[in-house]
């Protein structure tokens, strides 16, 4: 990947829905190639796929909560069956692996604390591998990108 690709990708972050002579302009070139190019760039699976981005609030959900969970069971199966559980909870919409005293640090969005609560016990309190789950409610936004930081 070049400096163009790179560009390509970034663009793209910024504006997803920009026709392909749009983005030509935007990188400096012409429609074909830069058409080829972004076409290597998907068949690569450097561009995984197109979304729009949908404000949380507008759209009815928004609490943001981050968990941090640790694991009581630390077997394959018991992570498995984690990772099985948490990946069908439509709620979770990030669910990472991390180091420190936490297995894993999940962001969740919901309408309200009432439904957060429902989540916590009906849900995530089942998985059995389950030990704790600490939470912190997110009350503000300072950044949120989509856009990567240029590579060297």
């Given amino acids: 990947m070049d400096a163009i690709d790179q560009k390509i990708i970034r663009t793209l972050q910024q504006q997803g829905r920009l026709s392909n002579q ?3 302009e935007q ?3 012409s429609p074909s190639p830069c058409l080829k190019r972004l076409k290597a760039l998907e068949t690569s699976g450097m561009i995984s796929g197109y979304t729009a981005l ?3 609030k507008l759209y009815g959900l928004p609490v943001t909560i981050f968990l ?6 630390h077997t ?6 984690f990772e099985r559980q948490i990946r ?16 894993y640090l999940l962001r969740v969005i ?10 916590i016990r009906r849900r995530l309190q089942r998985i059995p591998a389950v030990a704790s789950i600490d939470s912190s409610v997110a009350f503000g936004k300072v950044k949120q990108s989509y856009v990567y930081p240029a590579r060297p």
């Fill in 22 to 24: 749009a983005l030509s």
């Fill in 54 to 56: 949908v404000d949380q």
């Fill in 110 to 119: 919901v309408q309200d604390l009432d439904h957060y609560e429902n989540l």
């Fill in 76 to 81: 394959e199966d018991a992570i498995q069956n």
């Fill in 68 to 73: 941090r969970i640790k694991l009581g069971n």
């Fill in 27 to 29: 990188v400096g070139l």
């Fill in 88 to 103: 069908q909870i439509d709620e979770i919409q990030d669910c990472f692996l991390i180091t420190g005293d936490a297995d």
